[in-house]
Structures are given as structure tokens and as C-alpha cells.
């Protein structure tokens, strides 16, 4: 079973930036598609953004466009989510998502927490002066 680990959370100050890594734990991982969601405490999980992981098209929520960026490097499996004008609202746990089953049936699709198979552990993000 692939892992997926992610990396890079902490505290920041509003205004600051980030960079989130997914690392999966075996080499040619080849999924359809991946994903960052997040949960802030007390409220559900959220699509925050996703990735055609061979076509390189994005996804990404309302509220982060212009100051999150998703991206990934295909030769070592890895997942990065760039965070930038960070808001204390932004403060939640990240998880990394991965869908190797079933292609997308639709773009939609890659906001809907069921399309994934694959769910890391999640690295926390504190933002606060």
C-alpha cells in the first residue's frame, strides 16, 4: 500500500508564505490525480486544491486563488501545495490526497473527498502573529 507523508507545516505570521510537500512512498507513483484538503478546527473538511497528475491541469478553491499555488514533480512523486498571503483563517490541518483507481468523471470531481483513495496524515498549519 503507498504511502503518502506530508511535509512542511508551522507557524506563520499573517502575510507569510509556505510550501507544503507530499512525498509517496514508492518510486513511479502514477496516480490519476492529487489533491490538498484541509480542516480547521471544529469545522469539516475542504477542497483546497488538485492536479491532473499527467496533464498538469489545476483545480483550485475560491477563496485561495491568486495566493495558493499547487503543483508537482512527477520524477520523485511529490506533491507541493505553495501557500502565500497567509490568513489566520488558513489555519487547519493539510492532508495530501491521491486518486489511483478511477479517472475523474469530471473536473468537479476532484473537489469531492470520495474521489480519493489514498489520504496522508496531514501537517498543520498555524497562522498568527
Known amino acids: 500500500q503507498v504511502q503518502l507523508v506530508e511535509s512542511g507545516g508551522g507557524l506563520v505570521q499573517p502575510g507569510g508564505s509556505l510550501r507544503l510537500s507530499c512525498t509517496a512512498s514508492?518510486?513511479?507513483?502514477?496516480?490519476?490525480?492529487m489533491g490538498w484538503f484541509r480542516q480547521a478546527p471544529g469545522k469539516e473538511r475542504e477542497f483546497v486544491a488538485a492536479i491532473n497528475w499527467g496533464s498538469g491541469g489545476t483545480r483550485v478553491r475560491d477563496s485561495v486563488k491568486g495566493r495558493f499555488t499547487i503543483s508537482r514533480d512527477n520524477a520523485v512523486s511529490t506533491l507541493d501545495l505553495h501557500l502565500h498571503s497567509l490568513r489566520s483563517e488558513d489555519t487547519a490541518a493539510y492532508y495530501c490526497?491521491?486518486?489511483?483507481?478511477?479517472?475523474?468523471?469530471?473536473?468537479?470531481?476532484?473537489?469531492?473527498?470520495?474521489?480519493?483513495?489514498?489520504w496522508g496524515r496531514g501537517t498543520h498549519v498555524t497562522v498568527s502573529s
Open positions: 490526497a491521491a486518486g489511483t483507481i478511477i479517472p475523474p468523471l469530471a473536473p468537479a470531481a476532484l473537489e469531492v473527498e470520495r474521489t480519493y483513495n489514498l
Open positions: 514508492t518510486h513511479n507513483f502514477n496516480p490519476y490525480y
